[in-house]
């Protein structure tokens, strides 16, 4: 056993019961937004601006998904600088929405968060995150694992997606560059999260003051986007009448994406099998487990929560533990450790720079060894709806149990000196903590170092 691992048993953690009874979720809550578009090479990001969030439009019956992929309308996307950190870029949201950092305990992108909550459903599929201890907040940065299967025409099949989404929002250019990033905050469990997600469209009639900026004759800016008009867009092929089937084996992962980051719907562009768009069809993101249920593919997604939760709050201790200066985190049968190798399915960190002894490991493999779970309960698909006053607290994430790891006391800290910046767009002046710039360079660097090191992984740019 290598004195380098310390381990989170799947199995094990799935084997107890009591896991799939519901847990704490507030709603999630937008605090920022930002968008993102290329120009000259280079992707220019607009806090607060809304120029890359569209409204929808249902799309005609016969459009074609399958065109411009070889066309001048299809701008592919812009290779993504080794020295970027994308987490940082939920940082400089604090440049213009004051964030009191003490109150979260983990700052991701939603990408991290459908990683760990698929390993349920798909134990074998790997994933890798790094994470960076800064204070109070565990920092997750997206990682593009090279050991992920493939297949010759996914980038085809994605583009389909992509076009599908252009249709709906009446652009003529399917700019993989382009995107809408929403940062909403909520309580998973005992774990505080802010989290940054891509949003695809909105349903809101709302014009934009700002921007007179036009596609085919429609405003496309929105001055004031609301989480709940959010949708996301989805394609499904139809092969024969069993699609609705193959749909619903899809349905846990789109009900997780969409369920943590407060989109209320789901449209699905239904496609036939030479491109063209046969309709559309909308989900009520809290009733997919009953449709998904109703197909025969139903899912308990309150063991998903929970699971991410125990995944969250192990990261986070692990990452106090060991310094939390740089780590890598890794699942799946193909990760490089020797527990891996032996009983797949675990979830394991690797110390990058520095050999810990294994007194932990050995004392963390009797714990779960001594672990004798039943089958779990059958559970009953209901609608999801959030639950904010189911409250479960954990006394090694607890607020002043954290700064006592960190050698600090919240009530004597003094707070961060403060500079007041303008809002550009709102024209209001906002108080800023410089602490968050001094974070934001701590972040970066921790994960750049941690990213030397890691077997040919490279930081992520897919839907986040």
């Not at 699609?243 to 789109?254: C, H, I, L, T, V």
């Not at 929560?305 to 939390?324: C, H, N, Q």
Request: hydrophobic share 30%; net charge neutral.
């Amino acid at each position: 056993m290598a004195g380098s691992i310390n381990s989170f048993a799947v199995a094990s953690w799935l084997a107890i019961s009591e896991r799939c009874k519901p847990i704490s979720f507030t709603k999630p809550q937008q605090i920022a937004y930002w968008s993102e578009k290329a120009k000259d090479n280079e992707i220019i990001k607009e806090y607060l601006g809304t120029n890359a969030l569209y409204r929808y439009f249902p799309p005609a019956p016969g459009s074609r998904l399958d065109e411009g992929f070889n066309g001048p309308n299809f701008i592919r996307k812009i290779e993504k600088p080794k020295t970027s950190i994308g987490v940082t870029d939920i940082i400089e949201v604090s440049r213009y929405v004051p964030i009191s950092w003490k109150d979260y305990h983990i700052c991701t992108f939603r990408n991290n968060l459908n990683k760990i909550g698929g390993t349920i459903s798909s134990p074998k599929e790997p994933w890798s995150i790094i994470t960076v201890r800064e204070g109070n907040v565990l920092f997750l940065e997206v990682v593009d694992n090279p050991d992920k299967q493939s297949y010759n025409d996914a980038a085809f099949l994605s583009y389909q997606g992509s076009k599908f989404e252009s249709i709906c929002t009446g652009r003529q250019l399917v700019d993989l560059n382009e995107s809408f990033v929403s940062v909403v905050r909520y309580r998973l469990g005992a774990m505080k999260l802010l989290m940054a997600a891509e949003i695809d469209c909105t349903r809101t009639t709302d014009p934009s003051p700002f921007s007179d900026h036009i596609f085919q004759g429609r405003e496309s800016a929105i001055s004031n986007p609301r989480i709940e008009n959010y949708v996301e867009l989805k394609t499904q092929v139809k092969r024969d009448d069993n699609y609705r089937g193959n749909m619903a084996q899809k349905m846990p992962k789109w009900w997780l994406q969409s369920f943590i980051a407060g989109v209320p719907v789901i449209t699905v562009g239904v496609r036939n099998p030479n491109g063209s768009l046969s309709g559309t069809e909308d989900f009520d993101v809290q009733n997919l487990p009953l449709v998904s249920k109703r197909e025969g593919c139903g899912f308990d997604g309150w063991r998903t929560l929970r699971f991410i939760e125990a995944v969250l709050t192990w990261m986070y201790d692990k990452a106090a533990e060991l310094g939390g200066e740089g780590e890598r985190v890794d699942q799946g049968p193909k990760t490089q450790t020797e527990w891996v190798e032996k009983e797949q399915g675990r979830v394991s960190v690797k110390r990058e720079r520095e050999k810990c002894s294994n007194d932990d490991d050995e004392e963390e493999n009797r714990r779960y060894q001594r672990i004798r779970g039943s089958k779990t309960k059958m559970y009953e698909a209901v609608r999801f709806d959030y639950l904010p006053n189911l409250m479960e607290i954990r006394a090694s994430i607890v607020e002043e149990t954290a700064n006592e790891k960190n050698g600090s006391s919240s009530s004597n800290e003094k707070g961060p000196e403060k500079v007041t910046r303008i809002n550009e767009r709102e024209g209001q002046k906002v108080e800023v903590p410089t602490k968050s710039y001094a974070m934001a360079e701590n972040v970066r660097e921790s994960i750049a170092t941690a990213a030397r090191y890691r077997d040919g992984g490279r930081a992520g740019r897919g839907k986040r």
